[in-house]
């Protein structure tokens, strides 16, 4: 086992040591008042105090989220009183809304004995229930759908619906989602829709930026097409290719292997010129390329 600095055995005790002094401070300035029976002039009482509950604590960080964070007396001082009794208000509240919705699953399942019978109104009542009526739990709602038709599956009860979703382009179109699920409701009152008027405008403006780039590339390929050779070969669309071809070569000549020497891009064919594909071109060095030009082709017609 390794000593770290200050001779502490692991790095969870050094921690505790250091959350230690923290507490001695806090507890000499004031922000941490020990309750009366604990409290005692001695430093190393107060140390111990603080030890024991701070070796309660998980050993690495997470202190403030600890339950053991509670114990500790600073929760308790009197400038937390207002915060502390509006906490507790929400605890009550809390613990009131969950018994609340407790009794709401009662009321829901307490509904086939009401209904008897009457199958129309069970009907009605179970989709009100799970699309319109949120609050009524949806586990609640399919168990009394099967209490209520016990030959159909739940599923089957309950219909699907559609809900009407405003479009987030026009904000005044509006469009219908179907829902299956209860969750879908929640899904689609955030998720981003667009009307059919405002989506046949996007995908119209989208055809027609389409055909205008569709356009322009035919223009610029017929303008490489049939401006003089040499302008062709300034043009940045050459510079790309030419850049290309050498980048598969190597940086050398495809003949000879030659590299440290100034290369050239060679044209296999014109067909294609503008548009050129990667078989159209090979990289030959300077000598290469003359001896082709002076022969027709390379090695001096022999081979
Ligand atoms: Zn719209
Ligand atoms: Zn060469
Ligand atoms: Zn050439």
Known sequence: MSVLRNGYKSASEATRAGLCGIMEVLIEYGFVSLDATNISGDPTTRKLEASYRMTTLPPHGENCNSPDFASLHIANHPVLSEVNATCAKIRQLERELMRTRAQLEKDVLALPAKVGPNTELGQELVNYLYWFNEDAPASAVRQIARALFPSKTSSAVLKKTCMT????????GTTQV??????????????????????????????KRYQLEQERRAQRLNELRTMPYCEYLQTPEWAERRKRAMKRAGYRCQVCNAYGVQLN?????????????????????????????????LAGGQG
């Open 165 to 172: 979703v405003p479009c987030d382009t026009c904000q005044n």
């Open 178 to 207: 179907e829902l299956t699920i209860r969750s879908d409701i929640a899904n689609h009152r955030w998720s981003k829709l667009t009307c059919d008027e405002c989506r046949a405008k996007r995908d119209d403006a989208f055809r």
């Open 265 to 297: 891009t060679h044209h296999r064919t014109y067909e294609r010129r503008g548009n050129e594909r990667d078989g159209d071109l090979i990289t030959l060095c300077r000598a290469c390329h003359e001896i082709f030009h002076a022969n027709g082709q």
